[in-house]
C-alpha cells in the first residue's frame, strides 16, 4: 500500500538518491492529513448551516463553563481559530443570536468579552455529539488502540514544541 507521500519520496529517490528523505514522510503525511481533515471538517460546519471557525466558536465558549463567557485575548488561547477572522465571525454569529458582546461591570469600558447565547448553547449542545461521530468516521480506518497510539506521539511532537496549554 502506497500514498501520495511515498509518491513524492519515490520522485525525490530518483532524483537525489544520496538524500534520506524519512522526515517528509512524517511531515507531509500531517500536513497533508491536515488539509483532509479541514476539508471534511468545513462539510461539517457547512451542513449545518455554520461557516468556517463558527462551530469553534460555539464550542470553545461553550467548554469555558458557566456563564460561558470570555475575553477576546482568552478566546484566542483557548481556540483552534486565528485571531484575523475572528471579529468577523463574531459579527456574523452575534447577528444570528448564537453570542453577544457584554462589557463586564465596573470594568475597563474597553474590555470586551464574548458570551454565548441561550440559542448558542443550544446550539453547540446539539451540534457537539454530531461532530464527534464525524471525528471518529474521519478516524475509522484505525483501531482505538491504534488511535491511542497516535494520539500520545502526536501529543509527545507537540509537547517538544511547546504547545502544552491553553494560555
Avoid: C
Wanted: aromatic content about 4%; hydrophobic content about 35%.
Amino acid at each position: 500500500m502506497s500514498d501520495a507521500v511515498d509518491a513524492i519520496r519515490d520522485l525525490w529517490r530518483a532524483e537525489r538518491p544520496d538524500l534520506d528523505t524519512w522526515p517528509a514522510g512524517i511531515v507531509g503525511r500531517v500536513q497533508r492529513l491536515s488539509r483532509t481533515l479541514e476539508r471534511e471538517l468545513r462539510q461539517f460546519d457547512t451542513r449545518h448551516g455554520l461557516e468556517s471557525g463558527e462551530f469553534d466558536v460555539l464550542t470553545t465558549l461553550r467548554r469555558s463553563g458557566p456563564p460561558y463567557r470570555m475575553t477576546a485575548g482568552a478566546f484566542l488561547k483557548a481556540s483552534m481559530i486565528t485571531s484575523g477572522a475572528v471579529t468577523r465571525r463574531i459579527d456574523r454569529m452575534e447577528a444570528r443570536g448564537l453570542v453577544e458582546r457584554v462589557r463586564p461591570q465596573g470594568g475597563d469600558r474597553r474590555s470586551v468579552q464574548i458570551q454565548l447565547t441561550e440559542k448558542g448553547k443550544r446550539e453547540a449542545d446539539t451540534l457537539f455529539p454530531q461532530h464527534l461521530e464525524n471525528e471518529i468516521r474521519m478516524l475509522s480506518a484505525l483501531s482505538r488502540e491504534e488511535s491511542d497510539e497516535l494520539a500520545r506521539l502526536l501529543r509527545k511532537l507537540l509537547e517538544s514544541h511547546g504547545d502544552t496549554s491553553l494560555t
